[in-house]
């Protein structure tokens, strides 16, 4: 069955920086698009970025130019470099498989997801 784990969330200060990532298993990785979402408490789950199976990219622009999302097809996993992190970045994050190999930023097109690790900004 299909499996998403997200780890590397963690406390940090302002302006620092965490990588998570996520191992999957259970399908094919490289044929799909993959997207990293985040959500703070009962608020709507919001995408975060996505890279498809190409291995092009898109970004929200609240997070542009500071997070880096990337992909390791042989490992099955799927990566968020976040930098210059602020308080508002402080959320449970989460990965998601695309139910296609592209997918636009904007749309939830996924149908697998993983269990969420917590990011916490704080001074």
């Known amino acids: 069955q299909v499996s998403l784990v997200e780890s590397g969330g963690g406390p940090v200060q302002p302006g620092g920086s965490l990588r998570l990532s996520c191992v999957t298993s259970?399908?094919?990785?490289?044929?799909?698009?993959m997207g990293w979402f985040r959500q703070v408490g009962d608020k709507e789950r919001e995408s975060v970025a996505c890279?498809?199976?190409?291995?092009?990219?898109a970004y929200k622009d609240f997070v542009k130019g500071r997070f880096i999302i990337s992909r390791d097809n042989a490992k099955n996993t799927v990566y968020l470099q976040m930098n210059s992190l602020k308080v508002e970045d402080t959320a449970v994050y989460y990965c998601?498989?695309?139910?296609?190999?592209?997918?636009?930023?904007?749309?939830?097109?996924?149908?697998?997801w993983g269990q969420g690790t917590q990011v916490t900004v704080s001074s």
């Open positions: 998601a498989k695309s139910a296609y190999p592209s997918v636009h930023v904007t749309k939830n097109e996924y149908d697998y």
């Open positions: 259970g399908f094919t990785m490289e044929d799909y698009a």
């Open positions: 890279i498809n199976s190409d291995g092009s990219t």
